[in-house]
């Protein structure tokens, strides 16, 4: 009977913790990072790195912003976030793949988009948030997009143009 009843337990346990298993074994261990290396230097790897960390601190704003429906501070951050080719290295800038560069490009004019458009539509209402909404979404895309695509590998060799 006791027995019994542990199996039961067991058994209603197993069952309620169903989903979190099943969300545990579809995402398998992924030990393969088939992400492109892009070459660079331990210095151009810390200066990159550091503009991505202002990134994030970037994306606080603009949520923030989002919050406050203050559609003046979610331009001034989006705009400068997006020039992100100007800041990287002139000796890595001519090194990277061209798809890189596309990526950053079309990153970039997300952002300015974003911004504009938040400007237009302030004191539109829900309607007009909802928009800035998804030009939020679609800068993310690129964040997401180029970080599933490429890595950095600091490399001693002299990196190749
Ligand atoms: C054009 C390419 C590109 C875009 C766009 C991009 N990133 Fe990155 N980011 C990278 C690469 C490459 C790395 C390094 C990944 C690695 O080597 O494992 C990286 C690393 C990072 C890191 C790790 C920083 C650290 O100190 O380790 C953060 C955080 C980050 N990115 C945030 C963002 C956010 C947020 C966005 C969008 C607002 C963004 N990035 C857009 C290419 C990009």
Excluded: W
Aim: include cysteine; charge should be positive; hydrophobic fraction near 45%.
């Amino acid at each position: 009977m006791a027995r019994g009843l542990i199996s039961l337990a067991l058994l209603l346990v197993a069952t309620a913790a169903t989903p979190a298993i099943s969300l545990a074994q579809s995402s398998s261990f992924v030990s393969a990072d088939r992400r492109i290396a892009i070459d660079v230097t331990q210095a151009e790897k810390n200066h990159i790195l550091f503009e991505m960390r202002e990134f994030l601190h970037g994306l606080h704003n603009i949520n923030y912003a989002m919050a406050k429906q203050d559609m003046k501070a979610l331009a001034t951050t989006a705009r400068p976030m997006g020039a992100l080719l100007d800041r990287i290295p002139p000796s890595l800038k001519e090194r990277l793949p061209e798809e890189f560069t596309q990526m950053a490009i079309a990153f970039n004019e997300a952002l300015q988009l974003l911004a504009s458009k938040a400007e237009a539509r302030a004191g539109s209402g829900e309607a007009g948030l909802r928009e800035t909404h998804e030009n939020i979404a679609e800068v993310l895309t690129y964040c997401s997009g180029c970080h599933d695509t490429y890595r950095f590998n600091v490399s001693t060799k002299k990196p190749r143009k």
